[in-house]
């Protein structure tokens, strides 16, 4: 069982477009983060948000941990986002379970 | 400040034959990880250390995999007979502290395909 759901599996955007990525989990955890992964790149975080709403640029992540869900929302998209986007909560000690992750496409 | 360094970037291996792969974690974190991504998928932590000890090796398939981070720095990750499923990138990552609010510094990856 995939303990972590993301949503959509990928996605394509006009750059400038503005973009909401879900992550649901099947788990109780009190610590979500988002990871970026650019195809054969090494993975990045982006935001750690255990709950409420978190901005770092033009990415701000949203979560509810009672109802076991987080979003990414990516506002005003630019050709440079376009990889993997990676949601990831702390399971059972010191260890991260990730989801499969969205692949995004921004097109100029 | 130098980050996660792995090597080798890349290996190619017949089944059955075995394969080794090194981690050089950011100077002075303390904990690291492996983890293994196969293609289209999220990691999969496959062991972590704190220093030298292992901390959770539970996903580790200990018949054929195993990691050693002998000095508390550098770790290697081996596969001593390789199989088609081992197919995989393999992540090693860092940190200080343990807790996973910290964050997670992750490596190039060694892009592994069993033949």
């Known amino acids: 069982e995939q303990q972590v759901q993301q949503s959509p599996a990928s996605l394509v955007l006009q750059e400038g477009e503005n973009a909401e990525l879900q992550c649901s989990f099947s788990i109780f955890t009190n610590q979500v983060q988002w990871f970026y992964q650019r195809p054969g790149g090494r993975l990045v975080s982006l935001l750690y948000n255990p709950s409420g709403t978190k901005q770092s640029g033009r990415l701000t992540s949203t979560t509810v941990i009672k109802e076991r869900r987080s979003s990414l929302h990516i506002s005003s998209s630019q050709i440079t986002d376009s990889g993997t986007y990676l949601c990831?909560?702390?399971?059972?000690?010191?260890?991260?379970?990730f989801g499969i992750g969205t692949r995004v496409l921004v097109r100029p | 400040e130098a980050g996660v360094t792995q090597s080798p970037r890349y290996a190619v291996l017949q089944e059955g034959q075995a394969v080794s792969f090194w981690c050089d974690p950011i100077s002075g974190h303390d904990t690291l990880y492996w983890y293994q991504q196969p293609r289209d998928q999220g990691p999969q932590l496959l062991v972590y250390f704190r220093d030298e000890a292992v901390i959770d090796n539970s996903q580790l398939p200990s018949d054929r995999f195993s990691a050693v981070r002998p000095k508390g720095t550098n770790s290697t990750l081996k596969i001593q007979s390789a199989k088609q499923g081992d197919t995989a990138t393999y992540l090693c990552a860092s940190s200080f502290g343990d807790s996973s609010a910290e964050t997670l510094y992750f490596g190039s990856g060694t892009r592994l395909t069993v033949l």
């Open positions: 990831a909560i702390n399971s059972a000690g010191n260890k991260l379970t």
